[in-house]
């Protein structure tokens, strides 16, 4: 579960940035570059399912996931395959629209993956599945922030939006360096629904950041949990 923004920068530089929201003793794994598919690729990985939630990969192609579709969804004991596995199927796919066309999401839980492709020009996404269809829309480029719906309703996802419109008014030139800081600050107080959120039993345990510049992706990886100890 995460909150997730986009911002395009002069100079043809665009970022994306994560707060990953996930209970404190899930075990994550510290970004690595790993061999998927015959694609070579890194992220972050999930030690009890082995997907992610956010990578990038020599596609030219960086994504982020969040639990959940365009709505709160209620769970189910089991399903058949993690979302951390679509994410990664997703970073080696030659095509993405193909790749959707043809797999199988049937027994998946919902989600939401924002992805950037930037191999030919540069394409933004918003990729749902809902348990009833998989959805793609190609987005404006332009500032975004989504959060994942199990999480935050649609108050909080509202309350979002303007601290990101308030963001916007304060910085006429933004740096990859303002939009981190963001990622660090923004909120009202509340713990519950700032950005680097905490409720006892679910927190925010790490920001990452992609910064995309002439075709090549940095990445920026904080582990709160071990920064915290």
Known sequence: MCTVTFFPLANDEFVLTSNRDEMPERVTIPPAEYVYNEVKMTFPKDQLAGG????????????????????????????????????LELLAAKSISKFLKKF???????????LFDYKRGANLYQIVWDEMKIHLIELELK?????????????????????????????????????????????NGNAKVNLVMDRGFIHTKSTTQFTIKKKVAKMQY????STNK
Request: hydrophobic share 35%; aromatic share 12%.
């Open 52 to 87: 992610t939630w956010i990578g990038y990969s020599e596609r030219k192609r960086t994504l982020m996931l969040m639990n959940g579709g365009f709505e709160s969804h209620e769970r189910k004991l089991t399903y058949r395959l993690s979302r951390g596995i679509i994410a």
């Open 104 to 114: 199988d999401f049937q027994g998946i839980e919902p989600f939401t993956i924002i």
């Open 143 to 187: 500032p975004h922030i989504w959060s994942s719906t199990p999480l935050y309703d649609e108050d909080m996802r509202g309350l979002r939006e303007d601290w990101l419109n308030d963001f916007l008014a304060t910085h006429k030139e933004i740096k990859p360096a303002d939009i981190w800081k963001f990622h660090e600050t923004a909120g």
């Open 222 to 225: 904080l582990d709160r949990d």
